[in-house]
């Protein structure tokens, strides 16, 4: 059973920097595929971005969130810079332990952290 637990969530001006992490248990990362999410109230939850055997970004945040991983300790960063008003939501670390699922959709993970709240202000 793999356990995810997510940080660093709160309150950030619109341009300014936040990171995110998720911290992994029961596996290695060498063996998982970890995603963010995010949802905001009243949406779907969407893809953020995700590492592992593949890399991938949404469009909406390409350029401005960059996600990272140390294997040592287990950990999976998310670094968001010039945040906007419409990246405020629930942020959550998802993780999935085989290779060949897709990784873009919610239902690709099989592990779930509890969410971490960024509220970016105008």
């Known amino acids: 059973q793999v356990q995810l637990v997510e940080s660093g969530g709160g309150l950030v001006q619109a341009g300014g920097s936040l990171r995110l992490s998720c911290v992994a248990s029961?596996?290695?990362?060498?063996?998982?595929?970890l995603g963010w999410f995010r949802q905001a109230p009243g949406k779907e939850r969407e893809f953020v971005a995700t590492?592992?055997?593949?890399?991938y970004y949404a469009d909406s945040v390409l350029g401005r969130f960059t996600i990272s991983r140390d294997v040592a300790l287990n950990t999976v960063y998310l670094q968001m810079n010039n945040v906007r008003p419409e990246d405020t939501a629930v942020y959550f670390c998802?993780?999935?332990?085989?290779?060949?699922?897709?990784?873009?959709?919610?239902?690709?993970?099989?592990?779930w952290g509890q969410g971490t709240r960024v509220t970016v202000s105008s």
């Open positions: 590492i592992g055997w593949n890399t």
């Open positions: 998802a993780g999935v332990a085989q290779a060949n699922r897709g990784f873009l959709a919610p239902s690709n993970y099989d592990y």
């Open positions: 029961g596996r290695t990362l060498n063996r998982l595929q």
